[in-house]
């Protein structure tokens, strides 16, 4: 997870999700602090929907 300034002056959160595609937020800031804040938040926030995903569970036939 990083982040990166644009062309047009707003910050943007790039990950990479579960299948490999990467993704993008825009932070809507154009002040560095303000995105690392944005990244910091939702670094935290992932750590916890990953942490409370429930397991695949397998019937057999």
Do not use: V, W
Request: net charge positive; hydrophobic share 30%; proline share 2%.
């Amino acid at each position: 997870m990083y982040h990166s300034k644009r062309s047009n002056g707003i910050y943007y959160i790039f990950y990479r999700q579960l299948n490999g595609k990467l993704t993008c937020i825009s932070t809507k800031e154009k002040i560095k602090s303000e995105a690392l804040k944005f990244l910091s938040n939702c670094e935290d926030e992932i750590k916890t929907r990953k942490a409370s995903k429930a397991l695949p569970i397998q019937i057999r036939q």
